[in-house]
């Protein structure tokens, strides 16, 4: 059943940062700056962000894809049978996705790394100028940062 009352998380990309940030509660951007506090400690953090669209190869989409699969599988959702990269029918619609979205869209799929090494992702649907979440996981290893 769908309910089309329910009210869905978005970021609308066509506002500006500084719009958006003033327009975030105290807390929240407490949490952040604690957060990223946090990360200034661990050290060596960068963020791999890469968006697709008819203009990327397929090759890089596929490499893309594949590095997301295989941190999924190190996920506790791996455990559980319901990562990303755990059957061929979830990859499979992930790729479909990124075969639709990609033209008429943009995927956006980002990396957190640490030392060189990819701790997270995301994966995104950007489409008319909001940015869908569509997948998130991360290395187990990695839980306590």
């Known amino acids: 059943m769908i309910k089309d009352d329910i009210p869905y998380p978005y970021v609308d990309m066509a506002v500006p940062w500084e719009e958006y940030w003033t327009s975030r509660s105290n807390k929240l951007k407490k949490h952040l700056r604690c957060s990223y506090r946090l990360i200034e400690k661990?050290?060596?953090?960068?963020?791999?962000?890469?968006?697709?669209?008819?203009?990327?190869?397929?090759?890089?989409?596929?490499?893309?894809?594949?590095?997301?699969?295989?941190?999924?599988?190190?996920?506790?959702?791996?455990?559980?049978?319901?990562?990303?990269g755990s059957s061929k029918e979830s990859r499979d619609f992930c790729e479909g996705l990124m075969e639709i979205f990609s033209k008429k869209g943009k995927v956006m799929i980002s990396f957190l790394e640490h030392k060189s090494v990819s701790v997270s992702f995301v994966m995104s649907i950007i489409y008319g100028n909001v940015s869908y979440f569509f997948k998130t996981?991360?290395?187990?290893?990695?839980a306590k940062m």
């Open 42 to 84: 661990i050290g060596a953090m960068n963020i791999d962000l890469n968006i697709y669209n008819n203009s990327q190869s397929q090759d890089a989409k596929k490499i893309a894809l594949k590095k997301m699969f295989a941190l999924s599988l190190k996920s506790w959702k791996a455990k559980a049978g319901i990562a990303v």
């Open 137 to 142: 996981g991360y290395d187990e290893g990695y």
